[in-house]
T-cell receptor, first 112, second 114 residues
Framework: EAGVVQSPRYKIIEKKQPVAFWCNPISGHNTLYWYLQNLGQGPELLIR????????DSQLPKDRFSAERLKGVDSTLKIQPAELGDSAVYLC??????????FGPGTRLTVL | AQSVTQLDSHVSVSEGTPVLLRCNYSSSYSPSLFWYVQHPNKGLQLLLK??????LVKGINGFEAEFKKSETSFHLTKPSAHMSDAAEYFCVVSGGTGRRALTFGSGTRLQVQP
């Protein structure tokens, strides 16, 4: 069974440019999570989806970050415009309801 | 509110010797506690979880952890370290808003010397 798939794995952009990350969860998992992991720290939740509904986005910086999960499957996380401080690893995870969360390999973003 | 504190940012052991990674938690709820491992360039993998059943929890790859409510601790141990155990380990608590939010510790990097 395929795990959580994320792309791209690495992204380097100039500051003020837009960037988007894509996540394909494990088949059948209705809950999807986006986490931010800064260097040397543990992941922090940005947003959680139940099917296509964002049920917890309290930690998402809405001035520049947006996310969508239009058909309740794949999800996209966008940053526009990117800032130097956004350099980090962006992790996607999925679960069946409140069960175990399975994590993807992450997208490492570098903002120059 | 909930939080976890991993008491050591780096732990170095020799291959074949015991491993101890320390974690203390704080939670307003009856917490669920987890240990995750993160190898370089790989996704986080669940090692084990505690959900109010047995206080001694056995996980994958020979790891285990003991939930001690009186000490608010959930330390991770392994009797004999292997080179492949070298990785970043995260102690995690859940049970907050929505009861699905995971709160991660800052991580402990385990080095295994030959």
């Amino acid at each position: 069974e395929a795990g959580v798939v994320q792309s791209p794995r690495y992204k380097i952009i100039e500051k003020k440019q837009p960037v988007a990350f894509w996540c394909n969860p494990i088949s059948g998992h209705n809950t999807l999570y986006w986490y931010l992991q800064n260097l040397g720290q543990g992941p922090e939740l940005l947003i959680r989806y139940e099917n296509e509904e964002a049920v917890d986005d309290s930690q998402l910086p809405k001035d520049r970050f947006s996310a969508e999960r239009l058909k309740g499957v794949d999800s996209t996380l966008k940053i526009q415009p990117a800032e130097l401080g956004d350099s980090a690893v962006y992790l996607c995870a999925s679960s069946l309801g409140s069960g175990e969360q399975f994590f993807g390999p992450g997208t490492r973003l570098t903002v120059l | 509110a909930q939080s976890v504190t991993q008491l050591d940012s780096h732990v170095s052991v020799s291959e074949g010797t015991p491993v101890l990674l320390r974690c203390n938690y704080s939670s307003s709820y009856s917490p669920s506690l987890f240990w995750y491992v993160q190898h370089p360039n790989k996704g986080l993998q669940l090692l084990l979880k505690y959900t109010s059943a047995a206080t001694l929890v056995k996980g994958i790859n020979g790891f285990e952890a003991e939930f001690k409510k009186s000490e608010t601790s959930f330390h991770l141990t392994k009797p004999s370290a292997h080179m492949s155990d070298a990785a970043e380990y995260f102690c995690v608590v859940s049970g907050g808003t929505g009861r699905r939010a995971l709160t991660f510790g800052s991580g402990t990097r385990l080095q295994v010397q030959p």
